[in-house]
């Protein structure tokens, strides 16, 4: 089953990084938050990748057609200009990369790449999400339901603290940045191939308006709940949350 993972948007709220890269590119502990992504779904042996590219795709692609140079030890004989990788971690993934438009949104995105979709059901996420869902329970229960699209929730904690009090103003409660009883998208999604025909290839098209909408209008939309880890790097004060996690060892996304 393969995996698209959009990563062509301009990343303008952490513009600091986002002026010279893709933000799937911005880096958690020296390494792009794209390979975290990755190496979660690699984990759970979904190896096959699609990248939708856009703004700045040509870096992503850099990347990958340089990967064990830059990934590994090397030995360069300046006199006849001879490179030897001397050790490398062999990874067996695949990567499509497709260029679709800057300004596609990511419903056209997907529709885009849609002829690279070989098998009954295929998965999405943001590149710019790192998580540690079970992405192999969440498959599970998307084939167990049976209906065309399956999103992963998780619960947000609020950006304030809250206040219980009575009609005379006693505070009966006081709660620091409480979990939030309602879910959020977090991105991990399974569908199955026919919700390739929600969707258009016009560069109008989101992924999150008419088509989920109408998807969940029709009953064909199920939810599976995440207690554990999840978070987005949207902005840069978010990348250094992410760093500081990593340089603690406290990296969810990364243990099994």
């Given at each position: 089953?393969?995996t698209i ?11 600091e ?9 911005a880096e ?9 992504i ?15 590219l ?13 990967f ?11 006199g006849t ?10 990874v ?7 260029d ?7 419903g ?10 070989d098998s ?9 999400g ?6 192999r ?6 084939c167990s ?11 947000m904690?609020?950006?304030?603290g809250?206040?219980?009090?009575d009609?005379?103003?006693n505070?009966?409660?006081w ?9 959020i ?5 399974v569908f ?5 025909d ?8 989101d ?14 939309l199920?939810?599976?709940?995440h207690?554990g ?7 840069l004060r ?7 996690l990593?340089?603690?060892?406290k ?6």
């Amino acid at each position: 089953m393969k995996t698209i993972i959009l990563c062509g948007g301009k990343g303008t709220r952490m513009s600091e990084l986002t002026s010279s890269i893709p933000k799937p590119m911005a880096e958690i502990g020296g390494q792009p938050v794209l390979v975290h992504i990755m190496q979660r779904y690699a984990h759970y042996g979904f190896k096959e990748f699609i990248l939708p590219l856009g703004y700045k795709g040509n870096i992503i692609k850099d990347y990958f057609c340089n990967f064990y140079r830059r990934n590994s030890s090397i030995k360069v004989d300046l006199g006849t200009g001879e490179t030897n990788i001397l050790s490398n971690k062999s990874v067996d993934w695949k990567v499509w990369m497709v260029d679709v438009g800057v300004e596609t949104l990511k419903g056209a995105r997907i529709k885009r790449v849609g002829d690279l979709i070989d098998s009954e059901n295929f998965m999405v996420t943001y590149g710019d999400g790192v998580a540690d869902v079970d992405i192999r329970k969440l498959v599970d229960f998307h084939c167990s339901h049976g209906k065309i699209a399956t999103f992963t929730g998780v619960r947000m904690p609020s950006r304030f603290g809250t206040v219980r009090t009575d009609m005379d103003g006693n505070v009966s409660s006081w709660e620091e940045k409480p979990i939030l009883d309602s879910y959020i998208n977090s991105g991990f999604f399974v569908f199955k191939k026919d919700f390739l025909d929600f969707l258009s290839s016009d560069e109008n098209c989101d992924l999150e308006q008419e088509p989920l909408k109408q998807l969940a209008a029709m009953g064909e939309l199920m939810m599976y709940k995440h207690e554990g880890f999840w978070k987005c790097m949207d902005t840069l004060r978010d990348n250094q949350e992410l760093n500081k996690l990593y340089a603690e060892n406290k990296t969810p996304w990364l243990k099994y």
